[in-house]
Each structure stands twice: as structure tokens, then as C-alpha cells.
């Protein structure tokens, strides 16, 4: 009796720990589930993060390592794009020379520092330019035959001065040497507007002839950086070439009233001038990106709506570049100053900041 009593008791305490057992499997199971469906896709991103799968190394343009860029004669070596003419050719109407791409044009040589702002400190590219091509892009004709019909369009003379095929070659390399200074997209895009709009501001004084009209003549991009010298709309050409050739989405501004242009470039719609998706850019001198309300010389403050021209379309800037703050506290405390409102000591620190950070002009031009 007392056997089958204990081994009563022994079942009841088997199947406790069975069901127990089971309770317990099903309860982890659930937790398991619980986890991937709540916070399992976090651990997944996490162990990602962590892992030791090497990025892949690619130079300033994208090319990757040991390849050839998009751009001839350029090669991907160590994260920087040198010529390498064996592997990689020559542009069409240029000729081996050793290692290097010549052409007929590459004439009087002349060698220009371009200088650049990069969050305070001052930097330069040397870049060699040539008479030659300089010579070739003045004979080319500015004009644009229409068919029947047809309107011109300010952009269409825009595309042409940016478009022209031989020019390309010959700026590729400024580009070239903004891609070799570091892979961050951004800082290649604040480098490029940074070099256009430390070029001084100038009219040439060559004239053109349209039918039975002289008028002022107009640059082409690489004349700007031969002369060392441009307006308005020509460093906005050359800026969106640079940005264009970089990767960016451009457009131009164009404010008939003044008959002054800006360079627009693809960013957040919240950031963008008048909705457009494409952030201001003054190109005439140094200023912040978005910042709109400086003051011109002859001409004040730009008040009324400009006309939006694209260009090309590319890749955006970010949400959360400095740049937007930085505009939003320069305008704040200029407008405070021009209503001749006092500013303390801490935003007048702030204001020198600003422009030492940006080396902003003293003064802006239009036209």
C-alpha cells in the first residue's frame, strides 16, 4: 500500500514537471517571438552596425579602388584619382603623351591658386590654365538658331555656355582636384561654391556682336577661372558645372528686377527658396548657404520673387547641414543691426564668428 502511494505520488510529481516544462518552453518561445517582432529587427541593425565587413573603398567620384574613373585619364589608386593614361585612355581629341593626356590647345600655360573656406580655415588648389583653350572658347558663337516657331529661353543659353563639350575637358580636372581633396559630398560641394565665389567679382571688357548689335560680352565657365574674374551669372555657370559634374541637382534663380542671378542647388523643400526643392546660393562673393537678405551694392536687398530655371537633376543635400542654422542666426542678428536695435556682447561674438568661419564679403554685387 504504502508502494503504490509513493509511487502515486511519484506519477503526480512526472507529469507536474512535465506540464511545468512545458509551460516553461512555451513561455520562452513566446518571448523569442516577442523579441523579433518588438525589438528584433533593433538587435539585427545593431549586430549589422558591429560587424567587420569592411566598407567598400572608393575615391572621391565613386570609382572604386584599382579601377578607372568615369572621367579619363583617371585611375582610383589609394583613395586618389591620378592619371594613368595605360590602363585607363585618354578624352577623345586628346593624345598620349608618356602618361599624360595633351591636346593642340593646351597652349600658354598659366597657373591660378583658387581659394577656399572650409568652416573657418583657409585653404588653396593650384590649377593650370591654358591661353589656347582660353582663345578657342572666345570664337565660339553665343547665339542660338530657332526654329520657326520657337521661343528662346534665358536657359538655353545657360545649358549652352555649361554643356560645351571641349570645355568639359578642360574643367573635368578642377573637378578632379575637389574630388581628391576628401570623399564627403558635401564638403566637395561647399568647396566647389566656396572657390566660385572667392573669384572676384568683374565685368570683362570684350564685346560680342548679335546681327547688327555690339553688346557686352559674355564668359563661358573656363574664362572665368582664366580671367580670375566674373559676374553673376557667369561664376553661377561655372558653380553649376562644378556642382553638377560632382553629383548635385542645379537650377539658377534669376530676378528680373535687378537683373541679377543665383545659383540654386538641391535640397530639403523646408530649406529651399520659395518651395523649389533648390537652396540660394549667391555666387558674386562669399556668403551662407539659403542666406537670401544680404544687401547689394546699387541694388539693396533682393524683395521680389525670382524666376526658377533647372538645370540638372542629382543627388540632394542633407536635412541637417550647419550651414541652415548658421543662415538663420546671420540674418536674425543683421536685421537686428540694420533696424538699429543693440546686440549684446554674445551675438556680436557670434556675428564675427560667422564671419570668420565663412570669410563673408564685406560687400555683394548684382548683375
Known amino acids: ?9 511519484n506519477s503526480n510529481d512526472y507529469y507536474k514537471f512535465i506540464i511545468e516544462r512545458k509551460y516553461l518552453i512555451f513561455t520562452l518561445f513566446v518571448l523569442v517571438l516577442f523579441i523579433l517582432f518588438t525589438g528584433g529587427f533593433g538587435l539585427v541593425k545593431i549586430i549589422d552596425k558591429n560587424s567587420n565587413t569592411p566598407e567598400e573603398k572608393i575615391c572621391g567620384d565613386g570609382a572604386l579602388y584599382s579601377n578607372c574613373s568615369l572621367t579619363k585619364p583617371y585611375f582610383c589608386s589609394e583613395g586618389k584619382l591620378i592619371e594613368l593614361v595605360s ?8 593624345i598620349k603623351d608618356d602618361n599624360s593626356c595633351i591636346s593642340s590647345y593646351q597652349t600658354e600655360p598659366k597657373e591660378i591658386s583658387l581659394r ?45 555656355a555649361i554643356n560645351e ?18 570623399n564627403n559630398k558635401e564638403d566637395q560641394a561647399r568647396i566647389a561654391i566656396s572657390i566660385v565665389q572667392n573669384i572676384p567679382f568683374g565685368a570683362s571688357n570684350k564685346t560680342s556682336t ?10 563661358y565657365p573656363y574664362e572665368v577661372l582664366y580671367d580670375m574674374q566674373g559676374i553673376c551669372g557667369e561664376k553661377t555657370d561655372l558653380l553649376a558645372f562644378l556642382l553638377r559634374e560632382i553629383g548635385y541637382g542645379t537650377a539658377f534663380f534669376y530676378y528680373p528686377s ?23 546660393v549667391e555666387t558674386t562673393g562669399p556668403s551662407i548657404l539659403t542666406d537670401n537678405m544680404m544687401s547689394y551694392v546699387g541694388m539693396g536687398k533682393l524683395y521680389s520673387n525670382p524666376e526658377f530655371y533647372f538645370i540638372a537633376d542629382g543627388i540632394s ?48 554685387y548684382g548683375g
Not at 548679335?210 to 559674355?218: A, H, I
Open 116 to 160: 577656399y573656406i572650409l568652416r573657418g580655415e583657409d585653404y588653396y588648389i593650384p590649377f593650370v590654365v591654358y591661353g589656347g583653350f582660353a582663345n578657342y572658347i572666345f570664337r565660339v558663337p553665343r547665339s542660338i538658331r530657332y526654329s520657326s516657331g520657337e521661343n528662346s529661353s534665358r536657359v538655353d543659353f545657360k545649358l549652352k
Open 317 to 364: 543635400l542633407e536635412d541637417d547641414i550647419y550651414e541652415y542654422s548658421d543662415a538663420d542666426k546671420l540674418i536674425r542678428i543683421r536685421e537686428r543691426i540694420e533696424e538699429g536695435r543693440r546686440i549684446n556682447i554674445f551675438k556680436h561674438k557670434e556675428y564675427e564668428k560667422l564671419f570668420e568661419k565663412y570669410g563673408l564679403a564685406e560687400e555683394y
Open 258 to 280: 535687378y537683373n541679377h542671378e543665383a545659383l540654386g542647388i538641391k535640397c530639403p523643400v523646408k530649406e529651399s527658396l520659395m518651395e523649389s526643392e533648390y537652396c540660394f
Open 87 to 94: 590602363a585607363c585612355g585618354c578624352p577623345e581629341d586628346f
Open 210 to 219: 548679335f546681327g547688327n548689335y555690339e553688346v557686352n560680352y559674355s564668359r
Open 165 to 182: 563639350e571641349e570645355q568639359r575637358k578642360f574643367l573635368m580636372p578642377l573637378v578632379i582636384k575637389i574630388q581628391n581633396t576628401t
Open 1 to 9: 500500500m504504502g508502494d503504490t502511494k509513493t509511487n502515486l505520488k
